[in-house]
């Protein structure tokens, strides 16, 4: 018995101690995860900081080593090899150091010092090349996090100068407004000699590049000026088989002058084309022409291509240089009835741009009017269009609505919908809308004008669900002390009306943090559908005594697929019509028109 109290007792006490449970497990193992992980990571993080010193050491050791090398050249070796000024330096090596593979880039400018003047200016400085620019870039691609390390520093002579036997070639980039592009690349390449000089550079902040001391020669630099995500620019040879006489021939250098060239290049654009019935149903495959305005030589455009929708009716073109384009059909099914927005269609720097094309199937021969406003060049919707050939029949057709468009706002705020021209729904109470007839501008107060100000228009009824196209203004320009984007807008649009309606203000990307700054701009597609629209004017100057001011205001749409200030006549024969134009408010326009074609475009524009 005594035994077996024992053994119970023992029992008792070995089913009493408890174990860890499955769950107390699995959290135990995860914290030391989380924890072992952490730790892994810091050790790993630790050894790459190291590891990116290491390679910056390095990297700035071996750039001062090349440039150490370089100033204990003879001073007329300094140069990079088949460039300007030429010398012994390659433009590019692969050197490796303490086991690190990096790639070397030396650049040599030569440098006009204004102290004794300047080549071109006053006084004349006939040996401009008064010393040289070094600049050593090194780069490491398998060096994760390393940024590239850039040393530049000026080398110059131990002797006199002399005058020079050479020239200076000056590269001016700028954009579509007229203002500099930094950081444009500019390819230079000699064509006029057997030797070879090839020069990559980019621009200064001013959109310059400076090469002095370049041999003189004929049409002897092609030069090539890009820049990721812009459009591109170049100059042709004279006398070549597709461009015998270029509008930009290769440069010519002339000894002791200033020869400067200047290029164009924007940010790329983009058109999106959908061809469709005047009922809005898609017309696959159907080929047109496209031909921009710019030309690079006598009759030679710089972008002409032929092209057609895909089975959708769809065609997306990315890339596009801004430039105005001109459509012409050459599907042999289907011709073009209406193009909106209008004929030839404007790219904008950065603008995507949607156009419809409007078809019917081939009735030859086919003549597409349009209408447009003599001033605003705006499309005229209801103008009654008539032609006859033989001076008694005669066929009528109305052009398609065009716009709506606000040039007074002098009777002040409070109209909900757009009925009395002149008014308008609310401003802030910094606008001033009557001290110049038909404008609005900042108030002026004391002396001095308002920072800001914004007016919301009222409300505009299209009449019908509509698509909505571009926004413009005017005048395009406004005083420079105003600063920039001193006149901006929003739009907004609903498909119905109610006293609880509110207007939701967007910009191009269709977000309220964005604004319509460039006259003529392309409104967001998303607006299309809808029937009643409003914008919003914001104002702004930078200076107290100056204001920007807004004369006119309009957007272009379309009802459906009718474009706008368009109609067409098939099924005519060859021979001359007269053709008679009348709208209301504006003088009857009349012309006779020869036709001769399968297919042409006649533009009207009516005055008052």
């Not at 174990?19 to 990571?41: C, D, K, W």
């Not at 993080?45 to 100033?71: I, T």
Request: glycine share 8%.
């Amino acid at each position: 018995m005594k035994d077996q109290k024992v053994r119970t007792g023992v029992g008792a006490e070995f089913k009493n101690k408890k174990g860890f449970t499955l769950v107390e497990v699995i959290v135990g193992s995860a914290v030391f995860l989380v924890i072992a992980i952490g730790a892994y990571n810091a050790y790993v993080g630790l050894f790459k900081l190291v590891d990116l010193g290491q390679y910056r050491v390095l990297a700035v050791s071996l750039a001062n080593e090349q440039f150490e090398l370089a100033r204990n050249m003879p001073y007329s070796d300094v140069g990079v090899q088949n460039s300007i000024p030429v010398g012994l330096i390659p433009h590019q090596q692969t050197l490796v150091r303490g086991g690190v593979t990096f790639s070397v880039t030396s650049t040599v400018r030569n440098v006009d010092l204004s102290f004794d003047g300047t080549i071109g200016g006053v006084p004349n400085d006939l040996s401009p090349a008064d010393n040289k620019l070094l600049e050593i870039t090194v780069s490491c691609s398998d060096c994760r996090g390393m940024a590239p390390i850039t040393l530049s520093g000026r080398v110059a002579p131990k002797n006199l100068e002399t005058a020079s036997t050479n020239g200076a070639l000056f590269i001016k980039v700028f954009d579509a407004n007229g203002q500099p592009v930094q950081g444009a690349a500019v390819h230079v390449v000699n064509v006029a000699t057997t030797t070879t000089i090839v020069i990559d550079d980019i621009t200064d902040d001013g959109g310059l590049l400076q090469l002095v001391d370049v041999p003189p020669g004929t049409n002897a630099y092609r030069v090539t000026v890009s820049k990721s995500g812009y459009s591109s620019d170049r100059t042709y040879p004279p006398g070549g088989a597709d461009n015998p006489d270029p509008s930009k021939p290769d440069a010519t250098v002339i000894l002791q002058q200033v020869t400067q060239i200047s290029f164009a290049i924007d940010r790329l654009g983009s058109l999106a084309f959908q061809s469709l019935t005047p009922t809005c149903q898609a017309v696959g495959d159907f080929d047109f022409s496209l031909t921009g305005s710019k030309d690079i030589g006598q009759g030679v455009p710089k972008y002409s291509s032929n092209m057609a929708t895909n089975p959708s009716g769809l065609l997306d073109l990315g890339s596009m240089e801004w430039d105005t384009y001109v459509i012409d059909p050459i599907d042999t099914v289907y011709d073009i009835v209406g193009v909106n927005p209008l004929n030839p269609v404007t790219v904008n720097p950065s603008a995507s741009q949607s156009v419809q094309l409007v078809l019917a199937v081939k009735n030859p021969r086919a003549l597409l009017v349009t209408v447009k406003d003599s001033v605003t060049g705006l499309p005229l919707s209801d103008a009654l269009v008539a032609i006859s050939e033989d001076g008694v029949s005669s066929t009528t057709e109305t052009t398609g609505k065009g716009y709506l468009n606000q040039t007074d706002w002098s009777g002040g705020f409070g109209q909900e919908s757009f009925s009395n021209p002149s008014k308008y729904w609310s401003d802030d109470a910094n606008i001033d809308n009557t001290t110049v007839a038909g404008d609005i501008r900042l108030k002026e107060v004391f002396g001095s004008y308002a920072s800001t100000g914004t007016l919301e228009s009222s409300t505009f009824d299209t009449g019908s669900v509509s698509n909505f196209y571009n926004f413009v203004w005017a005048p395009s320009d406004q005083p420079i002390a105003v600063g920039p984007a001193s006149v901006r807008f929003q739009f907004a649009s609903n498909a119905t009306v109610t006293a609880t309606t509110t207007w939701n203000f967007k910009g191009p990307d269709g977000t309220s943090n964005t604004f319509y700054s460039v006259p003529d701009s392309t409104i967001w597609n998303g607006h299309s559908g809808d029937r009643y629209a409003r914008y919003k004017a914001y104002l702004a100057t930078q200076s107290a005594t100056n204001t920007p001011n807004i004369s006119d205001t309009a957007f272009t749409f379309t009802s459906s697929c009718t474009p706008p200030g368009q109609t067409a006549f098939t099924g005519l024969s060859s021979g001359t019509y007269h053709m008679s134009v009348y709208k209301a408010g504006y003088s009857l326009y009349e012309s006779d028109v020869v036709v001769s074609s399968d297919w042409q475009e006649w533009e009207v524009e009516l005055g008052h």
